[in-house]
T-cell receptor, first 113, second 112 residues
Framework: GAGVSQSPSNKVTEKGKDVELRCDPI?????LYWYRQSLGQGLEFLIY????????KSGLPSDRFSAERTGGSVSTLTIQRTQQEDSAVYLCASSRGRNSPLHFGNGTRLTVT | KQEVTQIPAALSVPEGENLVLNCSFTDSAIYNLQWFRQDPGKGLTSLLL?????REQTSGRLNASLDKSSGRSTLYIAASQPGDSATYLCAVPMEYGNKLVFGAGTILRVKS
C-alpha cells in the first residue's frame, strides 16, 4: 500500500476485555515498530520486529501485552485484560532498515472504560 | 540511557518568520537523527533523516543540522507558514539497537 495502515482507528472497550490492534506496514519494509502515545506524554517504545522476529520487546509494559508478526508483513498487538491505564494512541511504524526513515500509521486510539 | 530534550516546548510566531527548533541528546553514539512532524490526531511524518557522517540535510524550506560530538541538532524553518503549525519531534536510535528514542516535541503555531 501507499502507507502504513492501522486498524481500527478507534477502539472503545470495557476494562478486563482483550483487544487486538492491527498494523499493515509498507510493502518491502522489514523493520516494524510499535509505540504508545498517552495524552500529554511522549512516544513510548513497545516492541521492534525485524522480519518475523522480535529482537527487542523491552518496552512491553507487562505480560498482558504481546505482539506477533507473520509473513514479514502484518503485525498484531494484543492487550489482554485491559486496564484504564492502557488508554492511549498505539502507533505502528515501518522502515527498510536502520538507516532509512520511519513511516508511521495514523494510530489506533484505545479507550478503556 | 539515551535521553532526548527539545527546546522550546512551544513556540508561536507570525507568518513569514524564520525559526529554529532545538534537539539535544545525551549519548552521542548515534548513527542517524530524524525529525518528524505530527498533526493533531495523526501519526508522525518523517521530515528529514541525517546520517551520523553528515552535518546537515535540506528539504524545501527545512534545514536540519547535526553536531554529533556536542549532542545537538537544530531544525531551521524558513519563511514559516500557517500550514507549518504542528508538533515537531526529533528522534535518535541507540548505537547497538534499532529502538528510536523521541523527544517530547515542540508545539509550533504560525499565526496568519
Amino acid at each position: 500500500g501507499a502507507g502504513v495502515s492501522q486498524s481500527p482507528s478507534n477502539k472503545v472497550t470495557e476494562k478486563g476485555k482483550d483487544v487486538e490492534l492491527r498494523c499493515d506496514p509498507i510493502s518491502g519494509h522489514t523493520a516494524l515498530y510499535w509505540y504508545r502515545q498517552s495524552l500529554g506524554q511522549g512516544l513510548e517504545f513497545l516492541i521492534y520486529f525485524q522480519g518475523n522476529s522480535a529482537p527487542d520487546k523491552s518496552g512491553l509494559p507487562s505480560d498482558r501485552f504481546s505482539a506477533e508478526r507473520t509473513g514479514g508483513s502484518v503485525s498484531t498487538l494484543t492487550i489482554q485484560r485491559t486496564q484504564q491505564e492502557d488508554s492511549a494512541v498505539y502507533l505502528c511504524a515501518s522502515s527498510r532498515g536502520r538507516n532509512s526513515p520511519l513511516h508511521f500509521g495514523n494510530g489506533t486510539r484505545l479507550t478503556v472504560t | 540511557k539515551q535521553e532526548v530534550t527539545q527546546i522550546p516546548a512551544a513556540l508561536s510566531v507570525p507568518e513569514g518568520e524564520n525559526l529554529v527548533l532545538n534537539c539535544s541528546f545525551t549519548d552521542s553514539a548515534i548513527y542517524n537523527l530524524q525529525w518528524f512532524r505530527q498533526d493533531p490526531g495523526k501519526g508522525l511524518t518523517s521530515l528529514l533523516l541525517i546520517q551520523s557522517s553528515q552535518r546537515e540535510q535540506t528539504s524545501g524550506r527545512l534545514n536540519a543540522s547535526l553536531d554529533k560530538s556536542s549532542g545537538r541538532s537544530t531544525l531551521y524553518i524558513a519563511a514559516s507558514q500557517p500550514g507549518d503549525s504542528a508538533t515537531y519531534l526529533c528522534a535518535v536510535p541507540m548505537e547497538y539497537g534499532n529502538k528510536l528514542v523521541f523527544g517530547a516535541g515542540t508545539i509550533l503555531r504560525v499565526k496568519s
